[in-house]
């Protein structure tokens, strides 16, 4: 009894890139004609490092794009920030509740640098907010 010999390995197309056997006409082509051999896995090895390097170089395109828009949307923070106009312990005087970064706080006291906002529980004291921490103030 003879073992059958197993097929040779498939090699994707050169045209349109289905897995075919070395040596047979390609079905899927719209040429239909293609043909690979055994002998121009070579040269696929040199196409398929090609084109890592097309993807590489594209990948490097994205992230410099990025670290562009990233750039500029830091710039805009740091003038929207500079155009900002801190509110002065006058225009916090009659409050009912200022907002920080981590939200609205309800006003206890307003001191000259600073504001005094109730506690989250009945067991903490109340945070002292700066004043130039504040961003809105609600009257």
Known sequence: MTTPTPPPP??????????????????NCATGGCVVSL??????????DAD?????????EAKAQARADIAAHRRAAAEAE?????????????AIAVRD????????????????????AWFMEGERIPLSRVLE???
């Open 82 to 94: 500079a155009a900002r106009v801190t509110p002065t312990h006058v225009d916090v005087e009659g």
């Open 52 to 60: 890592l390097r097309e993807a590489r170089a594209v990948v490097e």
């Open 39 to 48: 002998r121009k896995s070579a040269s696929l090895r040199r196409c398929a």
């Open 10 to 27: 498939l090699i994707p197309c050169p045209d349109c890139g289905a897995l075919i056997m070395p040596g047979t006409p390609c079905v």
């Open 101 to 120: 970064r981590w939200g609205w706080h309800r006003v206890t006291r307003v001191n000259q640098v600073s504001v005094t906002v109730a506690a989250d």
């Open 137 to 139: 103030v609600l009257l």
